[in-house]
């Protein structure tokens, strides 16, 4: 059974609340680098793996996608986003990402926006992303940082009087599993290094095209101060990566 936590009543809550949710892909720091490594979606069919609350394929058929796909696990988070961001050309689907069938050569661009860390295995998911795009067809990733996953507590180290110090990274050789209390006890995600998602991505026949450590987009940071943390480390890994 894949890990489904959106659908926790609290979870879905809390995630609810978060900029992010409320605003959209401008209220989204690493949006603006994202959106720079997406290639001219006019006229093309899009898959968004992981799709949320559906922000990115309503960008997808603002920028004249053909058609959009929107997969996802989560019940709830399906809902909003038929609620909110439901549009004749986006057809939204209740699937884990493992499990996404498609024939092949069905799409020309497959995006995925901060999911892939909850898939416990890239290998098999990034077979089946080639084999259903189109020659040439581009794949385009947001995931959380190895930098960001190696340790579970994911968090800053303070000194006595609270201040933020420092970013602690142990374990980051060790891949696999981690157990970590984002808004919730107990959820699962998966460490990996950063040449294990690049070599992954080579074994599956992609070419690399560009890759983002993603600084906050400058213009969050008046509104939301508390940002500027997030040039001390990297919270976000964004790799655009094409079928040739």
Request: glycine content about 6%.
């Amino acid at each position: 059974m894949k890990q489904n936590i959106y659908d926790d009543e609290g979870f879905f809550e809390r995630y609810s609340a978060m900029p992010r949710s409320e605003g959209g892909l401008a209220q989204a720091g690493e949006w603006h680098e994202f959106r720079a490594l997406l290639p001219p979606l006019e006229g093309k069919s899009v898959l968004d793996l992981g799709c949320g609350f559906g922000w990115h394929c309503r960008y997808a058929v603002e920028q004249g996608a053909a058609n959009v796909v929107g997969l996802d696990l989560s019940e709830k988070m399906l809902e909003r986003a038929e609620r909110i961001n439901a549009h004749p050309r986006i057809s939204y689907r209740r699937e884990a990402i493992e499990d996404a069938v498609f024939e092949a050569d069905s799409f020309d661009v497959v995006l995925s926006s901060l999911a892939l860390h909850y898939v416990a295995s890239l290998e098999p998911v990034f077979a089946r992303v080639f084999k259903l795009l189109k020659k040439d067809g581009a794949f385009v990733f947001s995931t959380e940082h190895p930098v960001f996953t190696a340790l579970e507590q994911q968090d800053w180290f303070y000194g006595e009087a609270g201040d933020i110090l420092h970013w602690p990274l142990d374990n980051y050789q060790q891949e696999g599993e981690r157990h970590s209390n984002w808004m919730a006890d107990d959820v699962i995600k998966y460490h990996r290094t950063l040449s294990s998602i690049i070599n992954s991505l080579i074994d599956a026949g992609f070419a690399i095209e560009r890759l983002s450590e993603p600084k906050p987009d400058p213009a969050l940071l008046t509104e939301r101060p508390e940002l500027v943390h997030e040039n001390r480390r990297p919270i976000f890994l964004i790799v655009a990566a094409r079928k040739v």
